[in-house]
């Protein structure tokens, strides 16, 4: 037997929360091609990205987009691990070069 049949899509599907993580993992991802092709324009990226990463979960949960919002705080979470691991290996030496 199933229970709570009726509340299956009330706080929204697998769908948005992998929607969530997708949009802040492509900012990331974004920002690594900024910094490939065009490097002086970085420290603007930098600045708008981490703008657009604190308000994308906070407008979700205010929409009423929870799986989303949660989606988003979790690609917030991996994002700084991503840029805290880059800054990491750069601040060391490159890595021991």
Do not use: E, H
């Amino acid at each position: 037997m199933v229970q709570n049949q009726g509340n299956t899509s009330k706080d929204g599907s697998l769908k948005d929360l992998w929607l969530g993580i997708g949009i802040t993992i492509g900012i990331y991802l974004m920002g690594l091609l900024i910094l490939f092709v065009f490097s002086p324009m970085f420290f603007a990226y930098l600045c708008i990205a981490a703008v657009a990463l604190i308000l994308i979960p906070i407008i979700c949960f205010s929409k009423g987009r929870k799986r989303m919002g949660q989606g988003a705080l979790i690609g917030l979470g991996i994002n700084i691990l991503l840029f805290t691991a880059c800054f990491g290996i750069l601040i060391s030496g490159l890595g021991g070069l």
